[in-house]
């Protein structure tokens, strides 16, 4: 009995060390899957949204707009591919996210902001990226979304 008592105890000990060690990696995946989001968001300004979005989606990526039926995979990238980016730019900023257990899965949200070149204006929504690690420990995003129609001010208190 006493053997069990110290294997049950040593056993309980050693799971509680490893979740702790999981919940740390899981909290520096998490926080290393918004940098990586920023990165986009950084990329689509400074480069245009196309090139962001052609750099950072998956081979089998989906893209949902409105009015449509989802874009998927090769389709996806032949859109953007076509899409004419010069007129606007589009940044966002997450909000927050997650980090599937296995660490191989995840998501962001947020409000994005699209500053047409012509107008003094900006149009705010919202949007959410579900993403999946590469083998080689690349993050690239599986489905794309975002709605319009955050109210400025509502914008203004998200950030």
Partial sequence: MKY???????????????????????IADKKELIEIDRAFSKM??????????IEF????????????MP????NAIDYLIQLNDTGFTLSW????????????????????????????TTIYGTY?????????GKWKFVLGSGNEGVGEQAADNEQ
């Fill in 93 to 120: 900023e997450p909000n927050d996210g997650d980090i599937a257990s296995s660490g191989d899965l995840g998501y962001t949200y947020g409000i994005y902001a699209m500053k047409p070149g012509t107008k003094d």
């Fill in 57 to 68: 989606i998956d081979s089998n990526g989906v893209l949902l707009r409105s009015d449509r």
């Fill in 71 to 74: 874009i998927i995979g090769a």
């Fill in 44 to 53: 689509s300004e400074e480069k245009g949204m196309k090139n962001a979005f």
């Fill in 128 to 136: 959410t990226s579900i993403w999946k690690k590469e083998k080689n």
């Fill in 4 to 26: 069990f008592l110290l294997y049950f105890i040593s056993m309980l000990l050693m799971f509680s060390c490893n979740n702790k060690k999981s919940i740390s990696v899981k």
